[in-house]
């Protein structure tokens, strides 16, 4: 099986300042990644090119085995990115936008998306304008989108915050469920108990380069030091600049 | 849990990929459109200034008096150029700077399919500026058949440039832009000067129009004397360049539009755009100065955005003034159409631009209404950047002009008038609710 996501020396300039460092990192299927880091440490950016949303100035993507940048269509096809705040059809409703996303990657099946809707608990504002909606269920339509299709890679922007605690408890069901169909998720959050409770690997970025990457005995470790051991680890790493 | 996410959809997996097509992304465009409503009213807008067009022609050629005359050379080339110059400027907005743009740029949408919504929108504009120039040409036929072949030919050319060139040079210039090559290129033909980027996202496009208005112009006269050559050449260039033009983006359109898309886009997503804000100008810088303390931020915040954003809203307004001067410099015959064409023109574009300064990208009301500044100081900064706008690139543009005429009072007035007709039939526009984009 190909590995979902493997990025090489990914780097992404905007003008003179290097947002993303020559960035590695692989992800494997059903393996849920949660990026952390300080704001502008090209988390974001990172997702954006890895989603094919921003050109990187250096580097290889491949997603699923395809290379971004030489089949952006079919690399497209396999990655969902749910971005901040949420790119969505405002005239639209909620199932008509998510139809759009998932006949843009060749999935017709209205049934599934239903039903994905009713599993983010959207079932009830479906066939509401996506302009008339909050902002949790915004993101909640555009953690949706992420998930439609046959994905190989689905990314997720600080896409969990704002959800109130059963919107959260569902939106985490969906990536389970996701991540157990051999999906791969890379998720950006600042909410270090998500990222405790829900990823098997934790990946940190500072100034664009990643500084930190714990995964399985190293991350079983870690949270063996009990609530709190993620921030402990995460103060130690990132140095706390506006202090000095 | 459902069955629903990822690893379980794809119709034939194992089939070859679905890809959306030009027809499908172009029904999500209508359905949108249909919700925001209001389709029919640039037709209407279209038909109105058709029938004024037309009204007005009548009278130059004293139809309305029995008469069968044919209205002069500056007032055919007045009517097309008012039909077809202002859906040429919109190009860039049909193709990159759409709502949309967000989505369409992450999404497996191929740059094929991309391109055949570009044109279909360019078709579709070009059949707004039938609208416009068809009562006047149709009336001019009737008079006189030869005339008005010629008058249909010169419309052909701009239908051309419409439909193939303007929409290539749009991606001509988005692809200089997203690949890099816009300050390859202005190093190699002015050494150390630096091009920016968002400079040749308007001017590329604004130039080229330039050059269409320069060459109907050019073409006019032939249309009612039949006898210079010149006439057909000029439309002939037109014509051609713009068969050029859209074969190349055609062919280009594949690898090219989606890379276009994806950078252009990114516009409205400030904090990872290519691109630059630059800082106000003395002008902008004096006038913000005499704003107060509340409007003055919110003044300089659209005149940083408003270049970055809407570039061709500045190019347009250079055109107009320059229009408006070498008129009044050039005296010509028939002074009413060009002086009532930049009234409209003038009229509909500072509308439109008092609308886009209170919507996002450039206005965020939610943010803005958690700032220390009142309601009225944010109307006020708005208005001034407007006032602005319209005192450097109309209202002294006008009144040189109009002076150098001698100040002929009809045509002064039914420029006066035209711009109010122009300010009332353009839309204040309807944004997203939401500071997103």
Redesign the interface.
């Known amino acids: 099986m190909q590995q979902p996501l493997v990025v090489e020396q990914l780097t992404v300039h905007y003008g003179r300042r290097c947002a993303v460092d020559r960035l590695a990192i692989e992800v494997a299927p059903g393996q849920i990644v949660g990026l952390l880091g300080p704001n502008g440490a090209g988390k974001s950016t990172a997702l954006l090119a890895i989603a094919g949303a921003v050109m990187p100035s250096a580097g290889t993507i491949r997603i699923a085995g395809v290379d971004l940048a030489r089949d952006p269509l079919a690399a497209k096809r396999r990655v969902g990115l749910a971005d901040q705040p949420p790119s969505l059809y405002e005239f639209f409703t909620v199932a008509e936008h998510l139809a759009l996303v998932a006949e843009a990657r060749g999935d017709r099946d209205l049934a599934g998306q239903r039903a994905l809707l009713a599993d983010l608990g959207l079932g009830g504002v479906a066939d509401r304008p996506c302009r008339e909606l909050s902002f949790g269920m915004r993101q909640r339509v555009g953690l949706a989108a992420a998930l439609v299709g046959d994905l190989a890679l689905i990314l997720l922007d600080e896409t969990l915050n704002g959800l109130d605690p059963h919107a959260a408890r569902r939106a985490r069901a969906a990536l389970t469920a996701a991540a157990a169909r051999g999906a791969a998720i890379l998720m950006s959050t600042h909410l270090l108990g998500v990222a405790e409770g829900l990823c098997q690997r934790i990946a940190i970025m500072d100034q664009g380069k990643l500084v930190a990457d714990l995964v399985g005995d190293q991350l079983a470790a870690l949270l063996a030091g009990g609530p709190g051991a993620l921030e402990r680890l995460y103060l130690e790493t990132i140095a706390d600049r506006e202090a000095t | 849990?459902?069955?629903?996410?990822?690893?379980?959809?794809?119709?034939a997996?194992d089939g070859p990929?679905?890809?959306?097509d030009g027809r499908?992304l172009r029904a999500?465009g209508e359905?949108?459109a249909a919700?925001?409503g209001r389709r029919w009213l640039p037709w209407a807008m279209a038909l109105v200034a058709g029938l004024a067009g037309a009204a007005l022609a009548g009278e130059r050629a004293g139809w309305w008096r029995g008469e069968r005359g044919l209205p002069g050379t500056g007032l055919l080339a007045a009517v097309l150029l008012a039909g077809f110059v202002p859906v040429m400027f919109a190009a860039p907005y049909r193709m990159f700077w759409r709502?949309?743009a967000?989505?369409l740029?992450?999404?497996?949408?191929?740059g094929a399919a991309l391109w055949s919504v570009a044109i279909a929108g360019a078709v579709r504009a070009a059949l707004l500026a039938i609208v416009v120039v068809a009562p006047t040409l149709a009336l001019v036929a009737w008079i006189d058949g030869a005339t008005g072949l010629r008058g249909a030919a010169l419309a052909g050319a701009l239908i051309a440039a419409t439909v193939g060139l303007v929409p290539g040079v749009c991606l001509a210039a988005a692809w200089l832009v997203?690949a890099g090559k816009m300050d390859q290129l202005a190093s190699s033909v002015a050494g150390e000067y630096r091009l920016e980027n968002t400079t040749a996202l308007g001017a590329l496009p604004g130039a080229t129009i330039a050059g269409v208005i320069v060459a109907v112009i050019y073409a006019a006269p032939w249309i009612v004397d039949g006898g210079a050559i010149a006439g057909p050449i000029a439309a002939a260039i037109v014509a051609g360049a713009a068969v050029v033009a859209g074969v190349a983006a055609t062919i280009a359109a594949p690898a090219v539009y989606?890379?276009a898309m994806?950078?252009v886009?990114?516009l409205d997503r400030q904090?990872?755009?290519?691109l630059?804000i630059h800082p106000p100008t003395r002008l902008e810088r004096l006038v913000r100065d005499r704003l107060g303390p509340g409007a003055a931020p919110v003044f300089d915040r659209i005149a940083r955005l408003v270049r970055r954003r809407y570039p061709l809203v500045v190019f347009a307004g250079v055109v107009l003034a320059a229009t408006l001067i070498v008129v009044g410099a050039v005296a010509p015959a028939e002074p009413l159409p060009w002086l009532v064409g930049c009234g409209a023109g003038a009229g509909m574009l500072g509308r439109w631009l008092a609308g886009a300064v209170a919507r996002p990208p450039i206005e965020l009301p939610r943010s803005t209404a958690m700032l220390p500044v009142t309601a009225a100081d944010v109307v006020r900064a708005r208005r001034a950047y407007v006032g602005l706008w319209l005192g450097l690139f109309v209202v002294a543009p006008w009144l040189i002009g109009v002076t150098l005429l001698g100040w002929p009072l009809v045509p002064a007035l039914g420029s006066v008038g035209a711009a109010a007709v122009g300010a009332l039939i353009v839309p204040a526009g309807r944004g997203?609710?939401?500071?997103?984009?």
């Open positions: 849990m459902a069955t629903a996410g990822p690893g379980r959809l794809s119709g997996p990929p679905t890809v959306v499908t999500w359905r949108d919700r925001r709502r949309d967000g989505i740029a992450r999404l497996p949408i191929p997203s989606p890379l994806r950078e886009a990114a904090a990872y755009a290519h630059e997203a609710a939401t500071d997103g984009h």
